[in-house]
């Protein structure tokens, strides 16, 4: 019997060679890994799942995916790997699919619809170009397809992913075409300006442009804020070289082949005719206009001015957001995505970081708040007698209690979680960014005494101390600049690879602005411990979270209600969620202290007064990727009792170090989080083993250190049989177990970790204690067996 390895060596590559896939300057990839595996982060066994690999990419020309193969076992039918193939094919845009089992061999063929009969031989290259080369509608133009085998830039270390290569073939394709106006839309995180360089690498070495000349195309790179067109600048795009680069500001220069500008340094006011009318109509070939959907296909935006007068020219939109109510303009203007890599693909690829959501609640968010009788604010005004609820707070109304309730939990949260971990405080507005980091400041004095760059303030109004702080911030060997307090500045186009929490005080209901905060914490950077991040919602507006059309559901939601020192009050588990998205329109309401100093402020301030956080929902994902609310209690019953018949079951397992591990990964992967049943249970102390078994079966729970101490009596004579050192090294590991649990049983991390351990030396020394290594692991695995047969 031939397994699949050996079929492919066996036969597919023999197969492959005869065909002419490795005479050059074709070729073929084996093992063709195309995702990355989606992050796992609460599975110990496993952080990501599997990677997803073609047996074999086909490269017509030695850099153009055309085909993949699929290899099964010799014993298995020809076509068991064609739907497989397909699948992958599609992903990879490519039109052949192959499977195989060494001797016969299945085809599908995009660009007809067809599959084979049992073929003896693959195609040759040149056969599968000319198949793939017409004038039909799956089938690539000829001057187009030759025009797509221009190789790529081989940026180092940066190996372009599946989907870039995809988006930028759609591109090259479409204006070879003569598609004017082009959209590509891509999450946050997921490597637009990269991809934006391809396109411009490939036109220029085509030397491509809108007049037939025999020069490279002239590309204006447009955006809405200086960091956006200054990293593509310096980074990406650098390779062009500095005498081919220009960032318009102050002045217009020509003879360059790359520009760079934001629409302010270029359009028109009250003081400047707009710097975009000393280039003719004409001069440009190709716009690429960054973050697109942020005005500039507005009909009614000053920016689309600068488009229009660049009529001539290709412009092609880069945007995260997918077609939404609010963003409307944006398609009509552009057109339709020629390509489109949702959120959801790339966490379900590995590409991107998973999220969990915390969703956190005040009284006055809940309840909503409402002034006494004549009550004056800080200035003597007498506040309006009405409602005051989320949308109205920083805007109408500024109470000073909320601002600490939140500020204190935020920072408990980062007491409990990580407090070096890169966080985004979104506020409304530059007043409320002000008062939420004075908060901040004062409950984390130990950290700003130390380190003043603990928490930044990153606004527009910081003017360039506060763009010195964004680069710190965004800097991943920075870990001086922490929390970053902003209110709309880093909504959009900054790379913070390292963002381990967003945090939203501010409401939202603009599902393109949520992408675009959420966004913030896409990246994954795991050589610096970020695979996945946290969502801090005190605003609710992580319901856009169920609206029907979004994609992307988080990991698990939890919602919390504090008390106003940011204590957490009590808890709660629903099976539905019922909320409603209000129609708030963030832009509309009181916006602080007017212009005139002599005038009264427009918004009213409450100094005085208390504020509370009051409940905490756990919200999982079901297996089919749907977010709905849990019962956490009764959902680890079900699933325990699903997984095992009994408490003496477990208690089999339970006992051997490897296999508990299994069983706890195995939860873990169920949604089964038992830092959060301990909390919920408020069983902080109690052994996981006899958590999930009073849960499931309604055995009594013992804490660690009742479970230590039964030991003890049952076997008072339980070290006899070991040295005095042997005897006091697996006391003093009982008693660290009373402590802090199992991990304390775990070699040698765990006795590396142990001062106490330390005095009878290394992980090799104690060993000797016992006889050796062997005779160390099996005597805490007794321990183990013994501490669990209670």
């Not at 991809?195 to 025999?214: D, H, M, P, R, V």
């Not at 680069?245 to 006011?269: C, M, V």
């Not at 360039?464 to 920075?478: R, S």
């Not at 590991?733 to 009373?738: A, C, G, P, R, T």
């Amino acid at each position: 019997m031939v397994n699949e390895t050996n079929t492919c060596r066996k036969y597919v590559e023999p197969k492959l060679s005869d065909a002419g896939w490795q005479t050059e300057p074709h070729d073929y990839t084996e093992q063709y890994y195309f995702t990355a595996g989606r992050i796992q982060p609460r599975s110990r066994r496993r952080q990501r799942g599997e990677r997803k690999f073609a047996d074999y990419l086909l490269l017509y020309n030695g850099n153009f995916p055309i085909a993949v193969v699929e290899a099964k076992a010799k014993y298995k039918t020809a076509d068991e790997g064609l739907e497989q193939a397909i699948d992958y094919a599609r992903t990879l845009d490519v039109k052949f699919a192959y499977a195989t089992n060494g001797v016969g061999i299945v085809e599908y063929d995009f660009t007809t619809g067809m599959q084979s009969e049992d073929l003896t031989e693959f195609p040759s290259p040149e056969q599968l170009w000319q198949r793939l080369t017409g004038e039909e509608p799956q089938q690539l133009r000829v001057d187009i397809a030759e025009k797509l085998l221009v190789p790529f830039y081989p940026t180092p270390g940066k190996d372009l992913r599946y989907y870039q290569r995809n988006a930028v073939n759609a591109t090259i394709s479409g204006i070879l075409k003569g598609q004017n106006r082009l959209l590509l839309t891509m999450a946050t995180g997921t490597g637009k300006t990269t991809t934006a360089f391809q396109i411009c690498w490939k036109l220029s070495q085509l030397e491509w442009n809108t007049t037939g000349e025999a020069r490279a195309p002239r590309i204006l790179f447009l955006a809405d804020r200086n960091v956006l067109v200054d990293d593509p600048m310096i980074k990406d795009f650098a390779v062009f070289g500095k005498d081919k680069i220009y960032k318009i500001q102050g002045e217009s220069k020509k003879g360059r082949d790359l520009y760079f500008a934001i629409y302010q340094a270029i359009a028109e006011d009250k003081v400047r005719p707009g710097l975009y009318k000393e280039y003719n109509p004409n001069y440009f070939d190709l716009i690429v206009i960054d973050e697109c959907h942020r005005g500039s296909a507005k009909d009614e935006g000053s920016w689309r001015q600068i488009l229009q007068h660049f009529e001539p020219a290709y412009q092609l939109g880069l945007t995260a957001t997918p077609l939404r109510d609010d963003n409307v303009d944006t398609y009509r203007y552009f057109g339709n995505p020629l390509y489109t890599y949702s959120l959801k693909q790339g966490i379900e690829d590995g590409f991107l970081a998973p999220y969990r959501v915390y969703r956190v609640k005040t009284r006055s968010d809940a309840d909503g708040w409402r002034p006494t009788d004549g009550q004056l604010d800080r200035f003597g005004r007498m506040i309006p007698d009405e409602m005051y609820g989320t949308p109205d707070f920083e805007r109408k109304l500024v109470r000073r209690a909320r601002t600490r309730a939140i500020a204190q939990h935020l920072t408990d949260f980062l007491k409990s979680t990580d407090r070096s971990g890169k966080t985004i405080v979104f506020c409304v507005d530059e007043e409320h960014v002000k008062a939420m980091i004075k908060e901040l400041r004062n409950l984390n004095a130990d950290m700003t005494r130390e380190n003043p760059d603990y928490i930044t303030r990153i606004t527009s109004d910081a003017g360039d101390v506060g763009k010195g702080h964004l680069y710190n911030f965004k800097d991943v060997l920075n870990e001086t600049h922490v929390i970053a307090v902003t209110a709309k500045l880093l909504t959009t186009g900054v790379d913070i690879p390292t963002c381990k929490n967003v945090v939203l005080a501010k409401v939202i209901r603009s599902m393109t602005d949520f992408k675009q905060i959420i966004g913030r914490g896409t990246r994954v950077q795991e050589d610096r411990g970020k695979i996945f991040f946290n969502i801090i919602d005190y605003t609710n507006s992580t319901v856009l979270f169920e609206d029907r059309d979004f994609d992307d559901e988080p990991e698990l939601i939890t919602e919390t209600e504090i008390d106003d020192y940011g204590q957490v009050l009590s808890q709660q588990q629903e099976d539905t969620c019922n909320y409603e998205l209000e129609d708030i329109d963030p832009n509309v309401g009181f916006h602080g202290l007017p212009e005139d100093d002599d005038a009264p402020p427009r918004k009213y301030y409450i100094d005085g007064g208390a504020e509370e956080i009051i409940s905490e929902t756990i919200y999982d994902l079901t297996p089919d990727q749907k977010l709905q609310v849990s019962q956490i209690i009764n959902a680890t019953k079900e699933q325990v009792r699903t997984l095992y018949r009994s408490q003496l079951e477990i208690q089999q397992r339970w006992v051997d170090p490897q296999t508990r591990s299994e069983i706890i990964d195995i939860l873990i992967d169920r949604g089964i989080d038992f830092d959060d049943l301990k909390r919920i249970t408020s069983k902080p102390d109690a052994d996981p083993f006899d958590l999930i078994c009073h849960i499931a079966f309604d055995a009594p729970v013992l804490t660690y250190k009742q479970r230590a101490e039964s030991l003890r009596r049952r076997q008072p004579d339980l070290f006899q049989q070991y040295g005095d050192e042997a005897k006091a090294i697996l006391e003093i590991l009982l008693d660290k177990y009373v402590q802090k649990g199992l991990d304390e049983f775990n070699m040698p991390d765990a006795f590396k970790a142990n001062p106490e351990l330390l005095r009878y030396g290394n992980v090799g020394e104690i060993a000797q204690h016992f006889g050796g290594a062997a005779q160390l692991r099996q005597a805490i695995q007794q321990l183990q067996v013994l501490l669990y047969s209670a």
